[in-house]
C-alpha cells in the first residue's frame, strides 16, 4: 500500500493525521490522541511554488515541505507540527503560519538546545506539557493511560529497533542497504500498531547476513536521494550503521519506564544520541561516531549531506578530521533531494569504495 | 591571570592606549572636512567613534592572560559577563570590519580550506578562518576562555562556537532563548532564568571573582542606557532632513554591540546624540537634496556601504531606518536593573529575530510609518538564513498593504563572491524609476 493510500486509509479509521516537518518531537503524545505523525522529509515533487517564498539557497528539505503545502498536497492532513529544527524550517514555519494561512492548525514544539543542563530538563517537560494542552484545544481531553500503554509503545519500538541496528552492526542482518532503509522509514507514517509488526518480521526474516563486504556509516540528515544505497549495494559494501537525523539519531539508547509517562518521554529525548539540532557539544558527537566505528569495524564514513544543510556542515570538518585518525576513510557529498546520482558523484563513491576495499583486504 | 600580564595590560591601558588613540584621531581634530558632493557635512563623532574601537582592539592584544576574555554573540546578554570583568570580543563585529575592509573572501577562504563549506555564513568563516590562519586587520584578537552565545539571532551563532568550543577546549555557555512562533510564556521566561542562573558558578570558575549582584544592576543599567541613547540616536532620523543615514548608524553601532554594559558606549551615545540634535536645529541633512526616504532590511553589505551610500545620496535619497540597526534598542524598555535576570530574559528573547515573520512585518510597518519611508531596499544575504527567509512575503505583503515598492538586493554580508555587480545595478535602476514615477 503506498503511502497515500495507508494515510488515507487511516483516516478512514478515524485517526487524525498532522504532518509533521523534521526531527524531534514527541510522537507518543499524538498517538495518545489518536492522531498520526505523517513526516514529511523529501515528498517526491518538482519544487514550483516554493521559489516564490524561498530564496536559492536554502535547503530543499524545507523548499519540499513547503511545495508540499503549496501544492495541496498535504489536503488530507488535519494540521501541521512544526519542530524547533533550524533557522530555515524556522522561518518556513513561520510563512506558512503568518503569510499563507493554510486554515489548518499549526502547532509549534521547542525543545531545549543545550541538552545537558538541568534547566533544560525541566523546560522539555513543560513543554510536552504545553503540547498537550495546545492539542487538547482541538482534540479533547488526552487520556494520561493511553499516553501511559503509547509511551511503553514508544520504548518497544525503539527496542527492536536498536535490535535491528544490533544485528546489522554484528553483521547479522542479511537485509540489502535499500531494502533495510526502505523499512526503517516506513517509521516516517506507520502508526505503531503496524509498524511494529512490521519490524519484527523483517528482522526474523532477515537475520542472518554472512557480514562479507567493507562496512560504511551514514551520517548525515537522511539517505536521499536512495540510489546511493541502490549503488553501495551493487558495489557490494554495507552500511553498518548510521548517524542519520531521520533514522539513528532519533532512536534513544536506552529507555526506562519512569513512573510518570512524561518523565518517562523526557528520559527518552534525552537519551537520544548527540545531535547538532539539539546543540550537542560537538565532542559528543565525534565520540558518538568513534564508538560506532569502533563498534562496527567500518572503514570509512560517508557525510552525506543535504545542500545548505547548515546544521550538519558545521560539524563535518572536526568529525571528519576525528574519523580519519582513527584510521578510517572519508568521504563527503552534498545533494539535494531527489536528484538522483550523477554521473561525477556515482565515480566519487566508487572511487571511495575502491579504497576503503583495498584497507579491507590490506 | 599573570600578573606582568596585567601589568602590563594596565600599562598599555593607561599609557599605550591613549597614545594610539591620539594617533587614530590625528589629522582628523578639524573635524570630518569637506563634505563629499551630494552629502551634507559628516559627523564629528565618527574620530571619537574610531578612537574608541581602535582602543578596543588594540587593548584586546593585551588582554589575554591578564583578563578573562570572552568571545560573544552580538546578542547574548553579556551583562552578566560585566560584573566578572571579562574583556569581551565580538567576533560579529570582528567580521563586520573584515568584510568592510574587503577581506572576507580571503578570510573565508582560509576556513573553506579546512573543510567549512562555502555556503555557510560568512561571519562564522571569516571567524574560523582568522581562528586557523591567525589573519586579522587587528593585529590580533585575544584567545578566548570563555563563548557566550545566543541563539536569539540564529540559530548559526551556536553550531558555530560550538567548533570554537571543540577545538579550544573551553566552556561554551549557550542562552538558549525559545523562538517566539507566538506570544511569549512563562515557561519561556522561567527557562531563560534559570539558565542564567547556572551560568553564574561558571562563570566564577573561569574568571575566578566571585559574582557581585550590585555591580550587575549596576551595569545593566548602564547597558539599558546606553540601548536607550542609540534609540534616541536611531530616532533623530524621524526629521526631515535626517541628520544621518542608515549607513552612519551601521557604523555607529560598534559600540551598542561591543561595549554594551560599559560606560564608554553610553558616553560615546550622548556626545553622538548631542551633535545629532544640534544638527536638527540647524537644520544639516546627512544628504544634500532629501527627496527620497527609505528602508533597510538586513544586515549591511558591509564592502559596499560606501559605493550604496553614494549611490542613493547622488539621487538625493536617503536610508533613514533599518529593521536591523533597531534590533539593539527595540525590546530595551523591558530591562529592568530591579528585576535584571527575569528583564533580561525579556529583553533578550524578544529580538526581531526571535520573533515569528508577523512581528517582523508589524515592526517594518510601524517604521515605515514614524520615520516617513518611501521604499524598501531589501538585502537578501546568503549568509543569514533567518533574516532573509520570508523576505519575499514581507516584500509582497508591504506592497499589498502599504504600496511601498521595493527591491531585492541578493548579495552578502562580507563574502563579495556571492553579488553580481550588473544585476544589481539592473535592480536598483528599475528600483529608481519606480521610486520616481
Ligand atoms: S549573519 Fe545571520 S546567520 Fe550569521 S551570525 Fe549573524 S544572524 Fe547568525
Given amino acids: 500500500m503506498s503511502r497515500r493510500e495507508y494515510l488515507k486509509n487511516q483516516k478512514q479509521k478515524g485517526r487524525r493525521l498532522i504532518g509533521v516537518f523534521p526531527a524531534h518531537y514527541p510522537r507518543e503524545i499524538l498517538w495518545a490522541f489518536n492522531s498520526l505523525p505523517a513526516e514529511i522529509w523529501d515528498p517526491p515533487l518538482d519544487i514550483e511554488g516554493a521559489n516564490a517564498h524561498l530564496q536559492p539557497y536554502i535547503c530543499s528539505v524545507v523548499k519540499l515541505g513547503l511545495e508540499l503545502i503549496l501544492q495541496g498536497k498535504g489536503d488530507m492532513l488535519d494540521g501541521f507540527l512544526f519542530p524547533h529544527t533550524c533557522d530555515s524550517i524556522q522561518n518556513m514555519a513561520s510563512i506558512v503560519y503568518d503569510y499563507l494561512g493554510v486554515g489548518k492548525p499549526c502547532y509549534f514544539f521547542y525543545h531545549p538546545k543545550a541538552p545537558y543542563r538541568p534547566s533544560s530538563r525541566r523546560y522539555y517537560l513543560e513543554q510536552l506539557k504545553s503540547l498537550v494542552s495546545r492539542l487538547e484545544r482541538d482534540l479533547g481531553p488526552m487520556d494520561e493511560n493511553e499516553l501511559r500503554r503509547r509511551v511503553e509503545q514508544g520504548h518497544h519500538l525503539a527496542s527492536i529497533l536498536r535490535e535491528i541496528y544490533d544485528a546489522r552492526r554484528r553483521g547479522g542482518l542479511s537485509a540489502s542497504n535499500a531494502d533495510f532503509y526502505r523499512m526503517i522509514r516506513q517509521g516516517e507514517y506507520l502508526h505503531p500498531d503496524d509498524f511494529i509488526p512490521l519490524l519484527e518480521d523483517f528482522l526474523k526474516a532477515s537475520r542472518g547476513g554472512d557480514g562479507k563486504g567493507p562496512g560504511v556509516i551514514l551520517s548525515g540528515v537522511l539517505p536521499n536521494p536512495p540510489e546511493i544505497l541502490n549503488l553501495l549495494d551493487e558495489l557490494g559494501v554495507r552500511v553498518v550503521d548510521d548517524d542519520l537525523l531521520c533514522c539513528g539519531r532519533r532512536i534513544p539508547m536506552h529507555t526506562t519506564m519512569a513512573q510518570d509517562p512524561f518523565e518517562a518521554l523526557v528520559d527518552s529525548y534525552f537519551a537520544m544520541p548527540p545531535c547538532t539540532t539539539k546543540d550537542s557539544p560537538l565532542k559528543g558527537r565525534v565520540d558518538y561516531l568513534l564508538e560506532k566505528i569502533a563498534a562496527s569495524k567500518a572503514k570509512g564514513v560517508i557525510f552525506y549531506l543535504v545542500k545548505f544543510c547548515e546544521p550538519e556542515w558545521f560539524d563535518v570538518p572536526c568529525m571528519a578530521e576525528a574519523v580519519k585518525e582513527a584510521g578510517a576513510a572519508v568521504l563527503t557529498v552534498d545533494v539535494d533531494l531527489n536528484q538522483g546520482l550523477s554521473g561525477q558523484l556515482t565515480t566519487r563513491i566508487e572511487a571511495f569504495v575502491e579504497m576503503i576495499g583495498r584497507q579491507q583486504e590490506a | ?437
Avoid at chain 2, 123 to 142: C, E, M, N
Avoid at chain 2, 272 to 298: F, P, T, V
Avoid at chain 2, 383 to 404: A, E, F, H, N, T
Fill in chain 2, 1 to 437: 591571570m599573570s600578573l606582568v600580564k596585567r601589568a602590563r595590560y594596565h600599562f598599555m591601558k593607561d599609557i599605550g592606549a591613549p597614545a594610539v588613540m591620539r594617533l587614530s584621531g590625528a589629522g582628523r581634530k578639524k573635524g570630518p572636512g569637506r563634505p563629499k558632493p551630494g552629502f551634507g557635512p559628516g559627523l564629528n563623532c565618527a574620530v571619537r567613534l574610531k578612537e574608541i574601537m581602535t582602543r578596543h582592539y588594540f587593548l584586546s592584544r593585551y588582554a589575554e592572560g591578564a583578563k578573562p576574555v570572552a568571545w560573544v554573540t552580538s546578542g547574548a546578554p553579556v551583562e552578566i559577563l560585566r560584573p566578572f570583568g571579562f574583556y569581551t570580543i565580538y567576533p560579529e563585529n570582528h567580521g563586520a570590519l573584515c568584510g568592510a575592509q574587503r577581506l572576507g573572501p580571503e578570510l573565508c577562504a582560509e576556513a573553506e580550506a579546512h573543510g567549512y563549506h562555502q555556503d555557510l555564513c560568512s561571519y562564522a568563516r571569516i571567524d574560523l578562518g582568522h581562528f586557523l590562519s591567525g589573519k586579522t586587520p587587528v593585529g590580533r584578537l585575544p584567545r578566548p576562555d570563555l563563548l557566550f552565545a545566543s541563539n536569539n539571532i540564529c540559530q548559526t551563532v551556536v553550531y558555530w562556537y560550538r567548533v570554537l568550543a571543540h577545538q579550544l577546549k573551553i566552556p561554551l555557555l549557550l542562552f538558549d532563548t525559545p523562538y517566539n512562533f507566538e506570544d511569549i510564556t512563562e515557561n519561556d521566561v522561567a527557562y531563560m532564568v534559570r539558565q542564567l542562573e547556572e551560568m553564574i558558578p561558571v562563570l566564577e570558575e573561569v574568571s575566578g571573582r566571585r559574582f557581585d549582584s550590585r555591580k550587575f544592576q549596576e551595569m545593566t543599567g548602564i547597558s539599558r542606557d546606553s540601548s536607550f541613547a542609540w534609540g534616541e540616536v536611531l530616532a533623530t532620523m524621524k526629521t526631515r532632513p535626517a541628520p544621518m543615514t542608515i549607513f552612519d548608524a551601521f557604523i555607529h553601532l560598534a559600540p551598542i554591540v561591543s561595549l554594551r554594559g560599559l560606560p564608554v558606549a553610553l558616553e560615546y551615545y550622548h556626545i553622538l546624540l548631542r551633535e545629532l540634535r544640534e544638527r536638527i536645529e540647524q537644520g544639516i541633512g546627512a544628504i544634500e537634496n532629501e527627496r527620497k526616504r527609505l528602508m533597510w532590511d538586513n544586515i549591511a553589505i558591509w564592502y559596499k556601504v560606501r559605493d550604496f551610500s553614494n549611490l542613493f545620496a547622488e539621487r538625493g535619497m536617503n536610508f533613514v531606518t533599518a529593521t536591523y540597526t533597531n534590533a539593539w534598542a527595540e525590546t530595551i524598555s523591558l530591562m529592568d536593573a530591579d528585576r535584571p535576570f527575569e528583564s533580561m530574559a525579556r529583553t533578550y528573547s524578544l529580538v526581531v529575530l526571535n520573533n515569528s515573520l508577523d512581528h517582523r512585518l508589524q515592526l517594518m510597518e510601524r517604521l515605515i510609518k514614524e520615520y516617513h519611508v518611501d521604499g524598501l531596499v531589501i538585502h537578501s544575504a546568503k549568509s543569514c538564513k533567518p533574516y532573509s527567509v520570508g523576505q519575499y512575503d514581507i516584500k509582497r505583503l508591504l506592497m499589498d498593504r502599504l504600496g511601498i515598492p521595493s527591491v531585492i538586493v541578493d548579495a552578502d554580508i562580507t563574502d563579495f563572491r556571492a553579488y553580481s555587480e550588473e544585476q544589481t545595478r539592473t535592480r536598483l535602476e528599475a528600483f529608481f524609476e519606480t521610486l520616481e514615477g
